[in-house]
């Protein structure tokens, strides 16, 4: 390789998909060099696997507005940045982002190496052609470029190496994977998979597939079932890219990672076809940097990427690198609805005590049933909903035990007390074009970057879906002679179920879409976006599994392209 | 002007005992000993107390009041230590020290009415009766519990409440009194093995 660059590939993010980004080019022999915004993971320090409260300050008993609120207002919306695990998110003063007043949106983002992958929640299942041809199907919007037959073999190499624990279910609408065995259901939610298949033909009730090892791999025990993975995870038996993908490409010697150095642009050559490198800022020193590199794969989360290419404005691309040709960049921000659920009581397993409940970080899964066929449903696409019973330390029902003294303590002790259950579904929203992402040409964040300005409502289908979640939560608990006590029927504020996607959207042709079907933007030939930010649609699964997937068909092309000196 | 007491203990004011003083400077019923207890006026905005040494919230008094009132709520017994070997009101402390105002009102005053309403009823504070006249004066309160209706008897919801949540954030809830099993490393995971639910 030439030393007119600086490396053979940039490679912007250091999570799922920029740690997979940077061991597949590694491997393959090019020179890589990873930037990250965020500080460098150090595990003895950042995590507090076997941690007790008594151990923390504060024993994790204040709310997270409460203690993280001041610097991470929006961050400590999300449920993991608490007392444990808040180092994980991003400081929010430093960071931020506008919104158009009447449509809030919860943007989050992962604070050290690693990204979001230190704190996901590890739900990972495969898109199907029911997701990815839905506008065949509905006649609403675009198919994505791509079906489930080209992404087959790339799930089957991510899951092979990251390890995907579950159950092989034969169902055409969530097909299956490479799975490690699959973990065991509580006494509720067997009374609840048995209730609901009596019931319903066309629904079903699994074992989450999870990203958490049943067995072990290189480098990483099996799971231990001691709960809480957000806390971190200091036998790597879960899924980041910190504990797997990222030693991978460090073991190859040709990989760099380089911290604390966000990335503010992609800089196009004298060539407008070519990129020449990038210019990030050290967030420490605030000294600008520029890298030289014969590719660019963008893999900095959905909206962090898009606001590189809008950021890398020049006389070329007056709107942003690759919105030239259609003009969509930042355009059809999508994700799911989510927060729709309920949650109650189990009372006919009382007898049955807590088993180490809470120590299997997984849960159960009911995958998509709605519209697999005309439904004549008042919305379209559709719904999965995940669930769990599972005991915590104290009784269910703690609050109503009476009483104080010896006798209470007698009584917490004893307890034979329902189990507690929650359903809650995630669901497909539908892309539209007034769904964006844009820059707010008057905030620049602590670095001097313009921020992103999001704005993201939802649309009537939305609702309607919800209204259906919900119907089918409650007579899915009724059916298992669940007790509900609480329900939530409203989605919850847009960007805090963390799954966004879309504003840099695949697609067949340059006048319809921001990349091409190997995620390479129609108008400069070594851009590569392989994140979130290229979906056409979210689909129903939860999306980091495909991205990833997307990631590894990307970089086959991007070797090819070495390999036939395009690059 | 205060004199000195006539026998009764505690100084007068103009001839008037200290207890029916605050009561009329409060706006607080006459209290019926022993059938009824002292309510008290909830006070939105108090002057700033600041905390003995040592503390970060609580006066010297108030804090032992809590050590009292957590360790008659949660008792060491023969299944485990209470809530003073657990630390509890030493939590209380650190926790008021950085919470909401509104907590730490209810806090300070829901204590000072615990005092008041022993001094009522024997003459004492709440740390100087024995304990005994300690839980007597929680059941009273605890009777109301499911639907208080007094601030005191919602004062202790709160207190009983605290308290069992914090001890059982502690060492000695967890381990030595609920030996909970979680948290920890196992070899597998063996969920619902029971073919009644179909396994």
Known sequence: MSSKYDYDAIVVGSGATGGWAAKELAEAGLTVLILESGGPLNPLEHFHQHTWPYELKYGNKFSNEWLWGKRKPIQSKVWACDEYSHHFFIDDIDNPYTTPKDSPYVWVRGALVGGRTNVWGRQTYRMSDYELKAASIDGYDVDWPISYSDLAPYYDKVEDFIGVSGSKERLAQLPDGNFLPPMQMTCGERLLKKAVETKWRDRRVIIGRTANLTAPKPGREACHYSGNCYRGCLTWSFFSSPGSTLPAAFATGKAKLRPNSIVRRVIVGKNARRASGVEFIDTLSKQSYKVSARVVVLAASTIASTRILLNSKSREYPNGLGNNSSGLLGKYLTGHVHSVWATGLVPQVAKYRYDNDDGRANQIYIPRFRNLRPEGKSFLRGYGIEGAVKRKMLPTTITRIPGFGSEFKHAVREAEDPAPFWLSAFGEVLPSVNNKVELDDKVVDAFGIPVPRIDFKYSDNEKRMAEDMMESILEIADAAKFEVLTQRTSPGTPGLCVHEVGTARMGHSPSTSVLNKHNCTWDVDNVYVTDGACYVSVGVQNPTLTMMALTVRACEHILYQFRTGNL | ?199
């Open chain 2, 1 to 199: 002007m205060i004199t000195e007491d006539e026998g009764d203990g505690g100084l007068y004011f103009n001839g008037e005992r200290p207890q029916s003083v605050a009561r009329r400077v409060l706006g607080i019923q006459e209290a019926i000993a022993g059938e009824s207890l002292v309510e008290s006026v909830v006070e939105k905005s108090i002057p700033s107390i600041a905390p003995a040494p040592g503390l970060n919230f609580f006066t010297d008094h108030e804090f032992r009041t809590a050590y009292e009132l957590t360790e008659c709520i949660i008792p060491t017994d023969s299944s485990s230590p209470g809530a003073k070997t657990a630390g509890v009101a030493a939590f209380l402390d650190r926790y008021l020290a950085i919470a909401q105002q509104d907590e730490q009102i209810s806090w300070r005053l829901g204590l000072q009415s615990i005092d008041k309403t022993s001094q009522s009823l024997l003459g004492q504070a709440f740390i100087e009766i024995e304990v005994s006249h300690q839980e007597e004066l929680l059941s009273r309160l605890a009777k109301a519990e499911m639907n208080p209706k007094s601030e005191l008897e919602k004062f202790f919801v709160i207190a009983k409440r605290f308290t069992w949540d914090a001890y059982y954030r502690s060492a000695i809830g967890i381990h030595h009194e609920l030996r909970y099993r979680g948290n920890s490393y196992n070899r597998e995971f063996r969920g619902c093995q029971h073919p009644e639910h179909g396994f």
